[in-house]
């Protein structure tokens, strides 16, 4: 404990982090389903040019979402 | 052979988008497949009969492709049909057997969705796909294994590269066998509440019963009080990827990576500057290309069928069935197979942008500006299409997902300048526009010309905005979007793209058009009265006394055309439509143009070279002197003022003068309701719009 809980939306390109929990019920259905498990590693891969959406790469796949949406996902640091 | 019954099998093709079903489909079914529509809604149904045999017998093949899916628990339009047809055995098209077309170099998250659709206990095939590009990456999976694990038979194979189709479609003739292994247990999953749906339908499978619970909360059923259904699919899905980790880890794949080459592409195709730049030139070689390249077809469309017409009047007897053939459903039929080349040339580049997997890229380049309209990301493309037809554009709209954002695309895209608008742009600037030059370098008409393009994009998004401010949504609008691996597009994908758009568009938008087209000719051909009769009667007489006539006899006849035109029913309803006009500084003349360009906006300058018996109506010269000269019967000023040419333009520009954009909406949004208010409320905004400019410049 004593780690400040960070969101998705804070990490900078090519940063990565664990999957933690979510804070939104139905974004959270949706994310899972798409393999946005908890303890999956999750990773920057790159900013659309406008600054949003933010393109990650997960399980082995490139996903992208809205900042809106990636700060109703915690994470935490990748040991 | 013995002649045994003939067996007839349901075949469902189900898979994550991009899971390369659509290729599978096609490599399966080929030229036989048809489209139609789900009962009820827009979603596209394809489906393909073909015979299967091999050596115990052989069964007709009924194919259907079901959208694309991540989940049965829906999220859009399209995975709902996918779930419905799935879990509901009264489904007309509820399959026997279902393929699951997995993604090989993405398994993982393919086999969620297998997962749910073996615990509905529906006979199934795992198509492991892609097994051409899983060989490059040296991905290798033990399927052996992978089928004992799931319970059902699995056939690796490449739609590509047409491999492993005979095992599949070898598989497909045995007898349909129910999967023997649960994927998970859903023992502990609302066990109270299903055993209540359980009681009401003995005959539901257990996971079945889950599935319709959630339906039921999402539609706003209070039955299940306490039912926490986002909670329970968040517990369901995660117990899944529970079993999945362990089914990968006895096939023993390693974690899946991006392509290097996917990542390479998209630093550059995605990059901050470069990106867009790339976007525009795309856009602008496309644009440029439909424009340019259709203009060739389109005028051996329009050759060949004027060669018919004259055909057709020449061999035979003259009289009220050549006419309606001739100028009433030749006409009509020619104004519909017109718009072919720029929907195929323009669906040939969506599905090669779309195909290629760089659509997917355009939409996250795009969302953030967009969205400040209310519109989507994936919004782009079809706008931009509207600039050389709305027809084609807003069958593109069906990739967006939100309804909400759908609708508000397909509403606002007939503000954008289309092909059609052009004639008239060009006629009515010829008109009242001088041919100077502003700071000695840019062409006042061309700048009028490229103002009209600006105020139509300004139109559309503003309207956007006032419609996304507007319309209520419970449907949540999201951009969780799968960005995927760059692929070759796949000719025989741009080709069934094609083939299938152009068909669709010939028999559901065609009828319209024609029905119209007869309508506009019956109200232009006939008229009330012993007047209009004598009049016709004094064409023919002319007519059949000059069999080649001379320029002064062609000038009388244009001259009675004219009057009889007048005296038709559609002239009088241009004559009682005057008074709504007359504000806008329009005359009856024109009022006749407006009416008959409802069916499609190029008309008006045949019309008025009808009226104003001008020339060849190939060449706007003549029609322009005529109309420059005239002159209003009270007031003795000229008609064509610039205040009435800039009212005009600004109407044309706005209103939906466009039976083939209505008859696309009532199809695309299945009602009335939507193609009504966008004809009325674009009528509307063009008269206060012309309105105000006449009131203005006068």
């Keep these: 404990m004593g780690e400040m809980k960070r969101h998705l939306s804070e990490l900078r390109v090519g940063e990565s982090a664990v999957i933690d929990s979510f804070t939104d019920p139905e974004l959270q259905v949706k994310l899972l389903e798409m393999g946005c498990t908890p303890g999956e590693i999750i990773q920057v891969e790159k900013f659309s040019p406008l600054g949003d959406p933010v393109a990650y790469n997960i ?4 996903l992208s979402m809205r900042l809106a949406e990636a700060a109703t996902v915690t994470i935490r640091s990748q040991r | 052979m013995a002649k045994d019954k003939v067996i007839s099998r349901k075949i469902a093709l189900v898979g994550n988008p991009n899971s390369g079903k659509s290729t599978l489909f096609n490599a399966l079914t080929g030229l036989h497949q048809k489209t139609g529509n789900f009962p009820g809604v827009t979603v596209d149904k394809k489906t393909a009969r073909v015979a299967l045999h091999n050596s115990m017998g052989s069964v007709i093949a009924d194919y259907i492709d079901l959208p694309g899916t991540y989940s049965l628990h829906a999220k859009s339009l399209d995975e709902e ?5 799935l879990i509901d055995e009264s489904n007309e098209a509820h399959p026997d057997v279902v393929i699951i077309v997995a993604d090989a170099t993405n398994l993982k998250r393919s086999l969620f969705l297998a997962g749910q659709i073996i615990d509905l206990g529906i006979p199934s095939i795992l198509a492991l796909n892609m097994m051409d590009e899983a060989d490059v990456q040296g991905i290798h999976i033990n399927h052996a294994v992978l089928q004992s694990r799931l319970g059902i038979p699995v056939v690796p194979v490449s739609a590509r590269e047409k ?11 045995q007898k349909p066998v129910v999967p023997q292994l649960p994927f998970i247990s859903i023992t502990n999953l609302a066990p109270e509440e299903r055993k209540q749906l359980q009681a009401e339908h003995t005959e539901w499978s257990e996971y079945k019963c889950l599935v319709k619970l959630h339906q039921e909360v999402k539609k706003g059923s209070t039955r299940f009080p306490t039912l926490n259904s986002s909670a329970l699919q968040a517990e369901e899905t995660l117990l899944r990827y529970g079993t999945i980790a362990s089914i990968l880890d006895a096939i023993q794949l390693k974690q899946q990576a991006v392509p290097a080459r996917t990542r390479q592409l998209d630093r ?15 856009l602008f070689l496309v644009f440029q290309t439909i424009f340019f390249l259709a203009e060739y077809p389109m005028m051996w469309i329009e050759d060949s069928f004027a060669w018919m017409r004259d055909q057709l009047i020449s061999n035979l007897p003259s009289g009220f069935f050549t006419d309606l053939l001739t100028n009433g459903i030749l006409a ?5 197979v017109v718009f072919i080349p720029q929907i195929a040339l323009l669906f ?10 760089y659509m997917a890229r355009v939409s996250f380049i795009m969302d953030k500006l967009m969205r400040k309209f209310g519109l989507h990301g994936r919004s782009v493309i079809p706008l931009i299409s509207g600039m050389a037809c709305a027809v084609p554009a807003i069958m593109g709209t069906r990739t967006i997902s939100n309804w909400k954002e759908r609708i508000i695309t397909i509403m606002v895209i007939p503000f954008m300048s289309c092909s059609a608008r052009l004639p008239v742009y060009t006629l009515l600037i010829a008109l009242v526009i001088p041919d100077t030059y502003v700071g000695g370098v840019f062409n006042l008409q061309a700048l009028v010309m490229m103002g009209l393009y600006v105020f139509g994009f300004v139109m559309a998004i503003g309207a956007a905005f006032i419609m996304s401010k507007l319309m209520k949504s419970t449907e949540k609008s999201w951009f969780i979007l799968e960005l995927p691996v760059y692929r070759i597009p796949q000719w025989s994908n741009v080709f069934y793209t094609i083939y299938d758009k152009v068909k669709v568009f010939l028999t559901d938008a065609g009828k319209v058009i024609i029905a119209v087209s007869i309508v506009l000719w019956i109200l232009a051909g006939f008229g009330p009265g012993e007047e209009f009769k004598h009049i016709g009667a004094e064409i023919t007489l002319l007519q059949d006394q000059h069999p080649e006539p001379n320029d002064s006899v062609a000038h009388e006849i244009k001259i009675r055309q004219a009057k009889q035109l007048e005296l038709s029913y559609a002239g009088r309803i241009g004559k009682t439509i005057e008074p709504i006009i007359t504000p806008l500084g329009y005359d009856w003349k024109i009022g ?3 009416l008959t360009s409802l069916a499609a906006r190029e008309v008006f300058v045949g019309t008025m070279a009808t009226i104003y018996g001008a020339g060849d109506e190939e060449n706007t010269d003549p029609i322009r002197e005529v109309m420059q000269r005239e002159k209003h019967p009270d007031t003795g000023l000229p008609v064509y003022s610039f205040a009435t040419g800039i009212s005009l333009m600004i109407f044309y520009a706005i209103a939906l003068q466009c039976i083939s954009t209505i008859a696309v909406v009532r199809r695309e949004t299945k009602s009335w309701m939507w193609p009504s208010i966008q004809f009325i409320g674009m009528g509307l905004l063009a008269w206060l719009f012309s309105f105000a400019v006449f009131q203005l410049l006068s």
Excluded: C, P, R, W
Excluded at chain 1, 59 to 62: A, D, F, M, Q, T
Excluded at chain 2, 81 to 85: I, K, S
Excluded at chain 2, 163 to 173: A, D, H, P, S, W
Excluded at chain 2, 268 to 282: C, E, N, R, S
């Design chain 1, 59 to 62: 399980s082995g796949y490139i």
């Design chain 2, 81 to 85: 049909v996918a779930t419905n047809v």
């Design chain 2, 332 to 336: 009509g039929l020619s104004g519909v």
């Design chain 2, 592 to 594: 006749i143009s407006l």
């Design chain 2, 163 to 173: 491999t492993g189709l005979q095992q599949l479609q070898e598989l497909l003739v």
């Design chain 2, 268 to 282: 550059l195709l995605t990059h901050k500057v470069g990106g867009f730049i790339i976007f525009f030139i795309l």
């Design chain 2, 348 to 357: 040939f580049f969506i599905a090669m942008l779309e195909d290629s997997g």
